[in-house]
């Protein structure tokens, strides 16, 4: 088992920053993806942005240019940098850690983001 601990989130403007951390215990393997994902009311939830143990990143076109992941291996912590925030980033913010093997996926309690214009 791995057990996500996330913080950060809150209410922003438009424009403004919010940074979003998340640690990791329990079970960690050495192969493994860290994530972030959201879900808008009503929608289905979507990745952010990922990052593998070896610092393969990817992110969904929508936050591209200004979101930034990043993590500590030895930490086993995953963060956000989320910059020039619209209200359509207005979600709750799940932490996402997937063993690669056996295949598992672990999720974090969920953090709000709100963005107002």
């Known amino acids: 088992q791995v057990q996500l601990r996330e913080s950060g989130g809150g209410s922003v403007q438009a424009g403004e920053s919010l940074e979003l951390s998340c640690g990791a215990s329990g079970s960690i393997s050495s192969m493994n993806i860290m994530g972030w994902y959201r879900q808008a009311p009503g929608k289905q939830r979507e990745l952010v942005a990922s990052i593998t143990s070896g610092g393969i990143i990817g992110y969904a076109d929508s936050v591209k240019g200004r979101f930034t992941i990043s993590r500590d291996n030895a930490k086993n912590t995953v963060c956000l940098q989320m910059n020039s925030l619209k209200p359509e980033d207005t979600a709750v913010y799940y932490c996402?850690?997937?063993?690669?093997?056996?295949?598992?996926?672990?999720w974090g309690q969920g953090t709000q983001v709100t963005v107002s214009v």
């Open positions: 996402n850690y997937r063993r690669l093997w056996p295949r598992s996926d672990y």
